[in-house]
């Protein structure tokens, strides 16, 4: 009987981390056939429309987080964000094992994957792109005042740029909303509706937060607290009898 159960918790823990692996791969697949187009066909700040003019494809790159968030300028900066990234990626990972292996559900698992997928796909562009692509001097996102390394751009000569390697390389963002405020709405009206360029790994790690801000409650059920009354706190054999009280007061 033991073995038993232990069989079926270990096929529901494979059954489990099959079906987040598989988000999770399609996810960097996906993002990374994206961004590998992108940045193999268009040229920088080339834009073209996708669905109407509302939502449009914008090749830019970044040397930050998501919706290009920085943690400053400078190799030690982007050393920082990369080793921060890792980290990352190994405590949502530990963590997403830790809650399959306590019987969390499906869903839950998925938000965690998409975080994690979400994270990794950026990573893999900082790894790995800076030996796949030449880096491009005339870029703005790659030029870097008092760097001390200089590049060779056909336009304005020899320009300082930043250092390039492994954990150094940019983020490839390219999709955009078109859409502004109404005149009616107070503070906002004429401004962009969501001004940031991002990429399907942004939308992955926000997606996967949404839906654990929203579903909190389904994933993370409180305990009924045990309401503790007189009849429960004690034994009633052990309380002593009214008349032996009463004798002993005599």
Known sequence: MHNSSSSLTGNLFKKKLLIVLAVIAIILILDQVIKLY????????ESKNLIGTWFKLQYIENPGMAFGTTLGSGIWAKLALSIFRILAISGISYYMIKQI????RIEFLIAIGLVLAGAAGNLIDSMFYDYIFP?????DYNQQPGSGIFGNCKYWGEVEVRRSGFLLGNVVDMFKFEATWPQWVPYLKGKEVFPAIWNLADGSITCGVIMIFLRQRKYFP???????TEESAYDHDQVP???????EVE
């Not at 992108?38 to 700040?45: D, H, M, Q």
């Not at 880096?135 to 870029?139: G, N």
């Not at 409180?222 to 503790?228: F, G, I, L």
Request: hydrophobic share 30%; charged share 45%.
């Open 222 to 228: 409180k305990k009924e607290k045990e309401v503790v």
């Open 135 to 139: 880096l491009d001097a005339c870029s």
């Open 38 to 45: 992108i940045k193999s066909n268009f040229e920088l700040a």
């Open 101 to 104: 292996r306590q019987g969390a």
């Open 241 to 247: 009898e009214k008349e032996n009280i009463d004798k």
